[in-house]
Every structure is written in C-alpha cells, then in structure tokens.
C-alpha cells in the first residue's frame, strides 16, 4: 500500500509554454501533499505544501504565478509550471501524506521536465 | 531555515563491507526518516524513527534516534551492489507548525563495488 505516482514521467517543451503534473495517491487519501524539486545531484527542495480543498502554501523564494497548485480532491495534486523556462527544467517531485500516519510521507517517482 | 547536515557526502566502498553515515542538526528533531533514492526515481522510506534513543533495523539496515535529538544515524551492513544510490536523512523539527513539513539532509551518495 502507500503508492503515490506522478503523471507524466518526463516532458520535454518548448520555452513560454505551460507543464501540468499530476499526483496522485493511489491506495490512500491524503489531505496534504508536498512539491519539491531537485537538481542533479542535489538535495530535495521543497517548494510548497498542498493542501485539499484551501490555497497551497509556497515557501520563501518559490514564485505563486509561476508554480501554480491544485489540490482539488484527496487523491490528486496538480502542479502547473507556467510560461516555462529553461531555468525551470529540473527533477519535481511529490510527496503525500498518509492520513491518520501524519509522520509517513511516501514519495512519487518524479517528473523529469526539460525546456528548451 | 532549519538544516540537517549530512555526512559523509559521498562514499565508495568495495562489496560487503559496512557503512555508516549521519546527520546532525542544531536544534530538536521529532522524527527522523531515512530515504534511498535510485536515480530516476522519488525517495523510498527505509526506516522512521519517533523517539529519541529508538534503535530501529530494517534487514541490512539499522538506524537509531540519538538521545538529544539532534542527530541520527544510518548504518548498512555487508553492503551489496543495488545498495547504490543516495541516501537522505530528514526530519521533522521540535515546535513546527507545519503539518508534515520535512527538513532534508544534503544526501549522502554510495558506491559499492563488486
């Protein structure tokens, strides 16, 4: 149990064009759930946290208009990279909650997003 | 922020042996939670921790919750070659609001050779 998978695995757009991500917990429901990105060789950077059915909660640095969330049901988080850049190629990857197990957070595969 | 300090950054190692790596951080942690991640892929839990002195194994693997808080460590013992990868403490900090929220070590990446 515990599965939580991204959609879709890898993206490759052109620059000024907008991603969707998709994350989904497949066998449990979560009321929040964790974007974060990674670069090579890097450690996890969390980006914000989402949260069902209220406004996602971004961390220092991390561009609201930019990075848009949607949490729009206890299985799916969405996360939309608008007008993209080649800076924003990178590793995302999510995260959910299991509830009732608030110290268990199981991880999705990650998106790898290119821009060119 | 908070920050966990990971170490060693890298190690490479020769086929069976043991390894350990640690993380320590300046203030209080709650939990502790050891992740492996192959490349290509989202962090995969090993083992959490809940309470300080906690001394937890998970078939190769043994992690403990030090006593202050502040620290944790991993070891792995007769290291096999898909041990490859990095390794990532985190934890969540002492008094935090944030429901969940990780801190994340800098990871720690292994190389183990037949």
């Known amino acids: 149990g515990a599965v939580v998978s991204q959609h879709p695995s890898w993206v490759i757009c052109k620059s000024g064009t907008s991603v969707k991500i998709e994350c989904r917990s497949l066998?449990?429901?979560?009321?929040?759930m964790f974007w974060y990105r990674q670069f090579p060789k890097q450690s996890l950077m969390l980006m914000a946290t989402?949260?069902?059915?209220?406004?996602?909660?971004?961390e220092q640095g991390v561009e609201k208009d930019k990075f848009l969330i949607n949490h729009a049901s206890l299985t799916l988080s969405t996360l939309t990279v608008t007008s993209a850049h080649p800076e924003d190629s990178s590793f995302y990857i999510c995260?959910?909650?299991?509830?009732?197990?608030?110290?268990?957070?199981?991880f999705g595969p990650g998106t790898r997003l290119t821009v060119l | 922020g908070q920050q966990l300090n990971q170490s060693p950054q890298s190690m490479f190692i020769q086929e069976g042996e043991d390894v350990s790596m640690n993380c320590t951080s300046s203030?209080?942690?709650?939990?502790w939670l050891w992740y492996k991640q192959d490349p290509g892929e989202g962090p995969v839990l090993l083992i959490a921790?809940?309470?300080?002195?906690e001394l937890t194994s998970n078939g190769r693997l043994t992690a403990q919750f030090g006593i202050t808080r502040k620290d944790s460590f991993l070891n792995i013992s007769a290291s096999i070659p898909s041990d490859v990868g990095i390794y990532f403490c985190?934890?969540?900090?002492?008094?935090?609001?944030?429901?969940?929220?990780?801190?994340f070590g800098q990871g720690t990446i292994l190389t183990v050779h037949p």
């Open positions: 995260s959910a909650i299991r509830e009732a197990f608030y110290n268990e957070q199981f």
């Open positions: 066998d449990f429901q979560a009321t929040t």
């Open positions: 989402s949260n069902e059915g209220s406004k996602a909660t971004y």
């Open positions: 203030s209080i942690f709650n939990t």
């Open positions: 921790l809940y309470k300080a002195g």
């Open positions: 985190a934890g969540q900090p002492a008094g935090g609001t944030s429901y969940g929220k990780l801190t």
